[in-house]
Nanobody, 122 residues
Framework: QVQLVESGGGSVQAGDSLRLSCVAS?????MGWFRQSPGKEREFVAA????????YYGDSVQGRFTIARDIAENTVYLQMDNLKPEDTGVYYC??????????????????WGQGTQVTVSL
């Protein structure tokens, strides 16, 4: 079992930045982020492999969000720049031994954090 704890959410205005953090109880695991808005399915945002050498992004955040990790601290970060109202949602940290499981979508990801709210207003 792996426990994931997110932090860093909040309320900001469009164009602002936020940084989310997720600490895993052990590792290294491939890690990533998903988000969910009311009435919508959970959406893939970004992922990073165990070594940190490969990163993946959803189309809607490419060029604005950056995922990175601190392997020694079992921590993954999501730097979110130029935030838009459509980025509003609950952001969930995810983990698996293989990054391909995360990039493939929500169904097979075994480990999830509790979620952190991000609200972006005009």
């Amino acid at each position: 079992q792996v426990q994931l704890v997110e932090s860093g959410g909040g309320s900001v205005q469009a164009g602002d930045s936020l940084r989310l953090s997720c600490v895993a109880s052990r590792g290294p695991y491939a890690m990533g982020w998903f988000r969910q808005s009311p009435g919508k399915e959970r959406e893939f945002v970004a992922a990073i492999n165990r070594s940190g050498g490969k990163t993946y992004y959803g189309d809607s955040v490419q060029g604005r969000f950056t995922i990175a990790r601190d392997i020694a601290e079992n921590t993954v970060y999501l730097q979110m720049d130029n935030l838009k109202p459509e980025d509003t949602g609950v952001y969930y940290c995810a983990a698996d031994r293989h990054v391909e499981t995360i990039t493939a979508g929500v169904y097979d990801v075994p480990y999830w954090g509790q979620g952190t709210q991000v609200t972006v207003s005009l």
